[in-house]
């Protein structure tokens, strides 16, 4: 699709910007990828340049979705309410198993438009056909850390396949797209992953200076699994065979004692707090205010469809705060601006890439919602409107890497009538005949 | 404004509508205010009808908010984060203090805007300043049961007082608006009234056949004092005064035990869960399926929008489930089709008006929820779709006793442009300067 004006700059004019002590009115200059001006005063306007009017728009560094699996909204509301075994044995992994890279194409990009349109700018993802994956990303000019999953008991044929195809994800796209895409390396989880294989996988990190990106913690079973096959929890084992020597994406973290949250503190390892994910499978709900007292970097995700059954990271943010205030039954628990900070900053801490800020200098990774619907007003406290009142559907302009991907409600890098109707016709059944 | 179509018929072609056992796609006509066909053929159109064709979208009974305070909404974000104490003590209470007839008047609107828009056909209110409720909920085409909250320790002057507003709501206010609205009698809770003020109470819904509407079993901390003061729990306490001998709207009932919610069960009490308003406070979480099993009518309900701080009844069914599944950690807790009951029969029921269900000869207060977009393709289950990935923003036509109050997401009797310039300048301060 067209983006000639692309290459020309951006200003963005009396969008609220607010931080730590403040909120103020401020304009702000998008060039070459970066924010090059922030003033409170009205800048100068080159002829090219586009415009934005961000009367009552709050501007963002784009939301970090930091544990997904884009191409499992084709499973949205497969298999819903019931038992978590039953879900994933008869229903997700048989369908997995159907899967071609087109289907996951497909998947990604529905995925990746619904993520565009309620404010996210950058993704970690871990799944298969990895390739079909890194083009949706490509295409729709999203920024992403991208993985395959491997599956793998041993280090035997099939497990240096799984290590294989590993390594080929991450030759072919790691600074691919200009940057934006990056590549990351997924042994699946601890009981997934026999020692040898996730050795072999912490030796390719180490080679190709990578992330790794995993699951831990997330179910009682894989903390009575690790206990049982390996003397001990899920986060001693990995922390005796080297696992947080290279930084780590550590999706969920439900389970995890206070001497854990002191090693994952220590070690380099990024909590990804996924709310909607937990409760919706049963799993429970992460201690995150503790994981945050104890040092603990920890960012927001909302892991794939087929267990959400959305990717609206501004929800997301409300969950969380929600569900730890009802856990803890404590109001002042995980306050609006923390969230905040989880679903943005911590992302891209996390994953060393996008705008952690807005501020000169950063990536233009700039997400603007409009903060006067009905939903919305009066005006008091700008974090406390986007988390507790806002919705995806009120994000307005999204951008990264500064090029529009989202203007004025519509999609510019993708087709969303073309994915719905090649999704529609590959998945799910109609409603009703 | 102009209503002019109003009083023709409407048809709604192709329309999901699902039971417990089957989705099918039907034709509906609506005329005076109810069903008055569904077919599964196309319906014969005569001149003037509107017709609304509605190819991917699913027809439901309109939401019922079983508990709010609509002008709440002018205290959205006030101040959130912080202790229970503090937010009535030093915000809440001193900010209902200088409400003016014509802030609720303004309030109330900007909540019904909001509800309208996200599927709200019918609510139960209460609060204060009520003829400016009341004036709001009529010229917006609700419908709504509403009340004066009764606060009086004694049976004094000042209390003789409140017992007198309470009824001049009643019998100003029960059956206007062409039956729309309907009036209730809330003494605000048993910590709020004496014994006298509730005993008065009874009699006079009693009197006028009218439900009670009241808080109960909210906190620990009205659970605490009702054993200290009342040497009972709150339902026990209300039952021996004969409270339950009227149909009653018990908002929240967080903190009961099985005892109790036998109790609950065997009067004509509904529940009125609360979920995304009891977390954020910190007062914890109503056992939903426990109230459910015990045979309790539940309903649900978002409470006012300064503890929410929204009104949009998807998330809220959402919110419901989430939290059950997680706080039980099971999967299979309070699935879709049964907590989309609550958020419309049992509220219906509770309520005694509005539409129970979709068929011929119910009132026509219907809501469309296209579930073809990017959130919530592809097609498999539609009230998992309307539950577990549809948004407020999904909704696009809402029609109250057979008149549209929204079209293709156009409100059609209120003026959102003014009602947010009116709650603007009197409310919330500029985000920033």
């Known amino acids: 699709m067209g983006n000639k004006e692309q290459s020309m700059s951006i200003v963005l004019e009396n969008v609220i910007v607010s931080d730590a002590n403040s909120a103020k009115k401020v304009n702000l200059r998008i060039e070459n990828g970066l924010i090059s001006a922030l003033d409170e005063n009205p800048l100068p306007i080159s002829p ?32 819903d309410d019931i038992p978590l075994d039953t879900w994933l044995r008869e229903h997700i992994w048989p369908a997995e198993k159907r899967l ?31 390739d079909s994956v890194a083009r949706a990303v490509s295409e729709a000019h999203m920024r992403a850390t991208i993985s395959y999953g491997i599956v ?76 049982t096959n390996l003397g001990q929890t899920p986060v001693l084992a990995l922390d005796e065979i080297g696992a947080f020597s290279i930084p780590t994406i550590a999706a969920h973290c439900v389970h995890v004692s206070e001497e854990e949250m002191a090693i994952l503190a220590q070690r380099s390892v990024t909590a990804v707090h996924c709310p909607k ?7 429970g709900h992460a201690p995150v205010v503790s994981l945050l007292r104890a040092g603990v970097n920890v960012a927001l995700g909302t892991d794939g469809a087929a ?25 002042t628990a995980l306050p609006a601006r923390e969230v ?3 679903a943005t900053h911590n992302g891209a801490e996390a994953l060393g890439a996008g705008a952690r800020r807005i501020s000169t200098g950063e990536d233009a990774d700039i997400v603007l919602v409009d903060l006067s619907g009905v939903d919305t007003v009066p005006a008091y406290e700008p974090f406390s409107t986007l988390v507790y009142a806002a919705h995806g559907c009120d994000v307005t302009d999204v951008i990264v890497a500064g090029e529009f991907l989202l203007r004025d ?13 090649e999704v529609n016709r590959r998945f799910g059944k109609a409603f009703a005949n």
């Open 100 to 130: 071609t890279a087109a289907d996951v194409y497909w998947g990604s990009l529905l995925s990746l438009a619904e993520m565009i349109k309620s404010g996210t700018t950058q993704v970690a993802d871990m799944y298969f056909h990895t």
């Open 152 to 227: 793998a008991n041993k280090l035997d044929k099939h497990g240096k396949d799984e290590l294989a195809m590993a390594r080929e994800t991450i030759e072919r796209w790691h600074g691919a797209a200009n940057g934006r895409i990056r590549a990351a390396l997924s042994p699946h989880a601890i009981y997934t992953c026999g020692r040898d294989v996730w050795a072999a996988a912490i030796d390719l990190a180490h080679e190709k200076n990578v992330p790794l990106h995993t699951h831990l913690c997330e179910t009682r079973d894989e903390v009575a699994w690790s206990l």
């Open 340 to 342: 905040a900070m989880m």
């Open 409 to 421: 409600r519509k999609l510019f890098t993708i087709d969303e009538e073309q994915v719905k109707y």
């Open 48 to 79: 090219g340049d586009t415009v934005v009017a961000g009367e009552g728009k709050l501007a963002l560094p784009g939301f970090v979705n930091a544990h997904t699996h884009l191409p499992m909204s084709l499973f949205r509301g497969l298999a």
């Open 277 to 283: 994910s937990n409760a919706k499978l049963g799993n």
């Open 307 to 331: 267990s959400n059954n959305g990717q609206d990271m501004i929800e997301e943010m409300r969950m969380a705060s929600l569900l730890s205030k009802g856990a803890l039954e404590d109001p």
